[in-house]
């Protein structure tokens, strides 16, 4: 088997799309390790193309944002795995270098669906504020941000961006003291039952990446601004992996927000 980018697939295997941050390395080690490895097309994209490539059938299963499921006909959560946290998650932020009482115009970052769409939840319910919502496209320079603005950033820039800002917002914080809940940015989903023998597989090689977890530093790329010490930390004590009871109440109540707002992730 082979990591390929978004785009290039081997029709005769599922084509299986991750997320290309540190917080899916775990699950990559797993699927490129494991059993099921023969068996799968693995690629990386952005969060948001995973989404747009699983409802384009271009690829089979998806670490999709969670928002996307509010608008998809057909869904089936494929594992009992997802990229979740219970509390501070470090990698989804609000930055700015105003106060975010003065904020009045937010961008939000185009690699993301659920982190922007759950920025927009916690402004209604929790903040109780209304902001103008501007689209960051890739092209946009967060570091040229002017005052009263603020963006949401997520994944692997915010190690890079982060400390650029002199306020800072955790999104997966906000919404746990907002819900008293964790919060689910990402599940393995597919647009149609898959075979059981596989799913099967499938979930015990995303067990066992998660065993070595911390041996996700090895996929860190040359000149990466995270340490690998800092790596496992984030790895052991910010994500939280396991799709459970709770995170499923709570995958619920963020979807029920999303219809209710008739936010278009």
């Excluded at 989804?92 to 920025?119: A, G």
């Excluded at 919502?133 to 890079?160: H, N, Q, S, Y």
């Excluded at 979930?203 to 065993?211: F, P, Q, T, Y």
């Excluded at 040359?222 to 799709?243: A, Q």
Aim: negative net charge.
């Amino acid at each position: 088997m082979h990591l390929s980018s978004c785009g290039t697939n081997e029709m005769e295997k599922i084509r299986v799309s991750a997320v290309k941050y540190i917080n899916s390395y775990p699950f990559m080690i797993g699927l490129l390790d494991g059993e099921v490895a023969r068996m799968i097309d693995l690629e990386v994209c952005h969060p948001s193309e995973c989404a747009d490539r699983l409802i384009a059938g271009d690829t089979d299963i998806g670490l999709i944002p969670v928002a996307m499921i509010a608008s998809m006909k057909e869904y089936h959560i494929v594992s009992d795995y997802c990229l979740s946290t219970d509390g501070e998650v470090r990698t989804v932020l609000l930055v700015s270098n105003t106060p975010f009482e003065q904020v009045t115009r937010i961008y939000l970052d185009y690699r993301s669906r659920s982190s922007v769409t759950l920025c927009r939840i916690l402004a209604s319910k929790a903040w109780k504020r209304n902001f103008e919502w501007l689209p960051a496209p890739e092209e946009f320079d967060i570091t040229a941000m002017k005052p009263e603005e603020a963006a949401v950033i997520i994944g692997d820039r915010c190690f890079e961006y982060a400390h650029l800002f002199s306020f800072r917002l955790d999104l997966g914080l906000e919404w746990k003291r907002f819900t008293g809940l964790p919060f689910v940015f990402a599940c393995w989903v597919s647009t149609r039952v898959l075979p059981e023998d596989f799913t099967s597989l499938f979930n015990k090689a995303l067990s066992e990446g998660l065993d070595r977890r911390n041996e996700a530093v090895s996929l860190l790329k040359e000149g990466t601004p995270v340490t690998p010490e800092e790596v496992i930390y984030y790895l052991n004590h910010n994500i939280d992996f396991r799709l459970d009871n709770l995170k499923r109440e709570a995958l619920t109540k963020f979807i029920n927000y999303i219809k209710e707002l008739k936010i278009n992730p």
